[in-house]
Structure formats: structure tokens, C-alpha cells
């Protein structure tokens, strides 16, 4: 098991460690770096005025929390929160010191099916995310008669990819590659020229959800896994299926 994991960060690097502890091979290459920022308006104050606070990442909530922190406030008591995914639910109840509910599994989609989301008419709903994603939520939120706003709490950073990255990639032979948003997904297919993207798209993929999958499939990717999460724990799961079928068909 050869893989490119392209989670940004430590986390990335956490996923690499336990590939390696299955005993497999990984390669990191993040596509983009995280970097906090200095958000436009009155952050803790549309917080504080919010009757809902949805969290799309870990750093998300990291770096409001933060913000909060340096203006002297606090994360406010009866609301409702929510986490895209658990380990982002786990972070900011950590945080917040209140219950955050999240979906089984992390994606948009099953987020807007929560029933804490059923009826937000006339609710305020604050959205923690870095530069731009997560529209969808934004859009399903406002058509149901709530008023949504974005609070932007990091920026993302593309990291470039270069001709030396990808003849290594293709060097060491990967068989699969991690991708772990459709934002990502487009600037790596954006970013791969011809003969390489050719190559790219034999590798088995494996990203968080259909709606992905759908996008990737449309771009000629012939194998698309959908791990219906972007958790470590999901992930793992789909690489070690993966790993068993391939060890059969081997065996056949």
C-alpha cells in the first residue's frame, strides 16, 4: 500500500503515522497550508448574538477561539452548536465547555439532515471557516429562513506543485491518493498537466463524500472511493478494505 495523503498540517501528518503503523507507505504532500487571520467585523460579537455556531474544521475553532480569547470574551451558553465532523464536535466542545452535535458522517449534506437544522426559520446561524468553502450549508440554511453569516477565522494557502513533486510522486510508484475536499481536488486536477494527469487519474482515490466522488469521476479519475467521512478513523477503514480486496484478488 503505497499512499499520497494530502492533508494539510499535523493532522496530515497523523494520518501518514498510522498508514505506516498498518503497515503501509505514505507520502505527505499537503495542497494547502493554514494561516490564521485577522477577520473582518466584530467577531465575538456576532457570536455572542448567534443562536447557532457551526464549525467546518478544527482550525476553524481553534482560531475563533482564539479571536474570542484576544478580545476578552467568551464562547456564550445556550446555543446551539454544531461540528461538521466529530473530531471538529470534539474540539470545540473542548472548547466551548458546551454539547456540539455533529452527523456520523462528516460532510455538508448530512450536517443540513441534523434535525437541530430542521427549523431555523428567523435563526441567526454563524458559520466558523477559513477563505471561502461550505457553500452549500449556506445555501440550504437561507432557503429554510434563517439568516446565515460566514465568519472567516483562518486562510487557506495553496502550496504549489511542481514538476520535481510530481515525477517523484510517479517515481515511487503511489497506487493511492487521499484527498480530503473538493476544493483541493479541484486545484490538484488544476495544477496537473498531461502525461502526469494521466497518470494521476489510474490511482485509486478516496475522498469524503458522493458529491466529490461525483466531481472527481467527471474528470476522468477511474477508481473513486468514497470513505463517507474525512476522519482518520473512515479513512483507515477504506484503505484497509481496500488493501484486503487487492490482497485477494492477488491470492485468486
Known sequence: MKVLVTRPGAQGL???????????????????DI???KPNGNVS??????DIIIAVSQHAV????????????????????LGVGQKTAHE??????????YPTTSDSEHLLNLPELKDVSGKTIVILRGNGGRELIHQQ????????????????????????????WQSLSLETIIVTSGEQLDYLIAQTPEPAYAWLTQLTLLVPSERIAKFATMHEFRNVITTKGASH?????????????????EQE
Open 45 to 50: 460579537r456576532q457570536i455572542q448574538d448567534a
Open 92 to 101: 470545540l466542545s473542548n472548547t466551548c465547555k458546551q454539547n456540539v452535535h
Open 233 to 249: 478513523s473512515t479513512i483507515l477503514a477504506a484503505l484497509q478494505r481496500l488493501d484486503t480486496g487487492l490482497k485477494h484478488d
Open 141 to 168: 440554511l437561507t432557503q429554510r429562513g434563517a439568516k446565515v453569516l460566514y465568519l472567516e477565522v483562518y486562510q487557506r494557502q495553496f502550496i504549489p506543485i511542481s514538476s520535481n513533486n510530481l515525477d517523484k
Open 35 to 37: 494561516i490564521p487571520c
Open 62 to 81: 481553534i482560531n475563533a477561539h482564539h479571536i474570542l480569547l484576544e478580545s476578552g470574551s467568551t464562547w456564550p451558553a445556550n446555543r446551539i452548536y
Open 14 to 32: 497523523e494520518l501518514c503515522q498510522l498508514i505506516e503503523n498498518m503497515g503501509g507507505f505514505a507520502l505527505h504532500h499537503p495542497l494547502i
